[in-house]
């Protein structure tokens, strides 16, 4: 009964539905987003206390050597870095250094300790040994096609429209299985390549007058250089300790990840709370609106209402007919608008995969956040229903028939 | 049956003293009175819609002013069947649904066969499954009478039933309401200013 009223109603019934829809919808794919970005971001930063780096902003270098999403600050001298690699409050020490890209791939030369910091297994093929090989993370590999014993030649710099390098090809060993982390989105391969192909870095702009595909010449052993070294410290002192000491005696460049993040999500919580705020305000119109459509459709209905009374309809059962008509909406509202969190979260998840290295998973499942938000639904629609539902109560059925 | 003694309502600033009523079954009963007698106050005092300010109310040997406001509404919804003036209906169901909810509500089994055949009876068989902005008046008002004997009523109370039809389908209504109350053999009390009904019944009692 309480569903043909509503379907009698048409046309409220949709308004206040699609505004609990949208509401509900909003504020659990902001929280869904939070807490994936959260996890994402919190599992690649995972036993890494520090990162070494060119000077520039502390930011970009964690987003560039953790996140692989921002450009490098620029390079440092493997030996210098290879100080502090060794310094006794050191645990592990993983250096990187950027190469060029492959399809807009990142290729990463590192050594053994990288795939092992991100628990990284093989799927196929064994892991690169020798120079010029490369191990696939396991999107690159489903992404480009790419299998073992399959070559190809990188391109310059991170563009897609980069210079290639023709003369050295790089050989597919192995590929990864997938991990969930940054990992998956690289080309993995010695450091020692990214060395032999440009001869140091820093040499480029030296090269540049000469012809840059000429890059056949030995590396330089004093010049190598590096992008930056992930650092796992094994002794909490040395979070105080080392970053002052680095930018003191150095021209490096020490960044906290933990630190960092903590800024980037101060600063996108400002965007996140007021995205937030719209919703639940949206909300609180859809409980608005529903109040309306319950309290006008009881004008009109309050004859039927004493006219229920008349044939045996108890006060009990009114007021419930209009709780459930109210509940029903918000109901329907609440699960359609989870429903299309999630469904604007599985359009969206491609786009963050590609554009951030960041994987979406286990979003399907609900949060605990959203059963507070259900509970708010709940509440919200109840107390639009209630003051229809009490008028219902106190019908006076003689006054409401004589006067009809 | 029905019998009432000593009734009596009191509104702000105006007081209906009402005389003795006594229905048996299978009898119909007119009350007659110009506007502003306190008819509607009498129905609906009958009806157990309105609690009276003095004077008790019995009903198939039930003392209904003496029940309390959940137990009168299920009292009601089996024993009691109110046509009104206007004819009102729930305006999200079909016709059928509509005479259908009162068993529904009193708790009673549903037989929606019950409902068609009486439809069928009051010749708006065809109707059943129109929603009521479909129907016209007249028609409302014979569904009116089948939603009322749904229940099998002791007691069919109807006020002003044919005030707003015309005299063709006055008498058709006047009739068919009285041929139904013949048929369960329950008490009718209808309530009218309407001279063309005198002719037709001729218990009746004026207030004055």
């Known amino acids: ?37 959260e996890k994402q971001f919190s599992t690649s930063v995972q036993n890494i206390d520090m990162v070494l780096g060119a000077k520039g902003s502390p930011l970009q270098l964690i987003l560039s050597a953790v996140y692989h999403i921002d450009s490098p600050t620029g390079n440092i001298d493997y030996e210098e870095a290879q ?46 040994q020798k120079d010029f090989e490369v191990v696939l993370g396991s999107k690159v590999a489903a992404a480009l096609k790419l299998d073992t014993g399959m070559q190809f030649f990188s391109t310059h710099g991170k563009s897609k429209h980069g210079r290639a390098h023709k003369n050295n090809g790089y050989l597919v060993k192995g590929i990864l299985q997938p991990s969930g982390t940054v990992l998956d ?27 840059e595909d000429d890059e056949e010449k030995q590396p330089d052993e004093v010049h190598q250089e590096i992008t930056a070294v992930l650092l796992k410290f094994n002794s909490p002192l040395a979070n105080i300790q080392l970053p002052r000491v680095i930018s003191e005696q150095t021209n490096m460049m020490a960044a906290m990840p933990a630190i960092e993040m903590n800024r980037l999500f101060s600063l996108l919580g400002v965007g996140f709370t007021t995205l937030q705020n719209i919703g639940w305000g949206i909300m609180v119109l859809s409980g608005l609106s529903v109040f309306v459509a319950l309290y006008n459709s009881l004008k009109e209905r309050k004859y039927e209402m004493a006219l229920m009374r008349t044939i045996g309809a108890s006060k009990l059962k009114l007021l419930f007919l209009v ?24 359009f969206f998840a491609g786009g963050f995969e590609k554009d951030y290295n960041l994987v979406f998973r ?43 | 049956m029905i019998e009432s003694t000593d009734l009596e309502f009191f509104y702000p600033g105006l007081h209906f003293k009402f005389p003795d009523i006594r229905c048996a079954n299978g009898q119909v009963l007119l009350v007659t009175g110009s506007s502003g007698k306190g008819k509607t106050t009498l129905l609906h005092l009958l009806g157990g819609l309105l609690p009276p300010s003095a004077g008790t109310i019995s009903i198939s040997g039930t003392a209904i002013t003496s029940l309390n406001s959940s137990e009168l509404d299920q009292f009601r919804g089996a024993n009691i069947g109110i046509i009104f003036q206007q004819p009102h209906f729930v305006a999200s169901l079909n016709m059928l649904q509509n005479l259908t909810l009162a068993p529904s509500l009193a708790n009673k089994k549903i037989e929606p066969s019950v409902a068609t055949s009486l439809l069928q009876q009051l010749g708006i068989g065809e109707q059943a499954l129109k929603k009521p902005s479909k129907l016209s008046q007249g028609q409302l008002q014979r569904a009116s009478i ?25 008498e058709t209504v006047a009739r068919l309401l009285a041929e139904q109350a013949a048929k369960n053999n329950a008490a009718l009390i209808i309530v009218t200013h309407d001279q063309r009904l005198k002719q037709l019944f001729h218990q009746t009692i004026e207030l004055l």
């Open chain 1, 83 to 128: 100080k502090w690699m060794r310094h006794p409050f050191v645990q592990k020490a993983v250096p990187l250094a950027y190469g060029d890209s492959y399809e807009e791939y990142s290729i990463l030369g590192t050594n053994q300790l990288y795939i092992e910091h991100y628990n990284g297994k093989l799927s196929k093929g064994q892991l690169n």
């Open chain 1, 362 to 404: 286990e979003w399907m499942l609900p949060l605990k956040e959203e059963l507070y938000l259900s509970l708010f639904a709940i509440v919200v629609g109840l107390a639009a229903a209630l003051l229809p539902a009490i008028k219902a109560w106190f019908i006076n059925i003689s006054k409401t028939l004589s006067n009809g």
């Open chain 1, 185 to 211: 989105h690289l080309i993995v391969c010695n450091m020692e390549s990214v060395w032999n192909l440009h001869d140091a870095t820093s040499d480029h702009s030296l090269q540049e007058t000469k012809t």
């Open chain 2, 146 to 170: 089948a939603r009322a004997l749904m229940n099998k009523p002791g007691l069919l109370l109807a006020d002003e039933p044919t005030s707003s039809l015309d005299d063709h389908n006055c």
């Open chain 1, 1 to 37: 009964m309480a569903w043909k009223n509503l379907f009698h109603n048409r046309l409220s019934s949709f308004l206040c539905w699609v505004l609990l829809t949208t509401g509900v919808a909003i504020i659990s794919l902001l929280l869904l987003i939070e807490q994936q970005l």
């Open chain 1, 323 to 346: 709780l459930t008509e109210g509940l029903i909406l918000c109901m329907a509202g609440l699960i359609s608008g989870l429903l299309l969190s999630r469904l604007a979260l599985f």
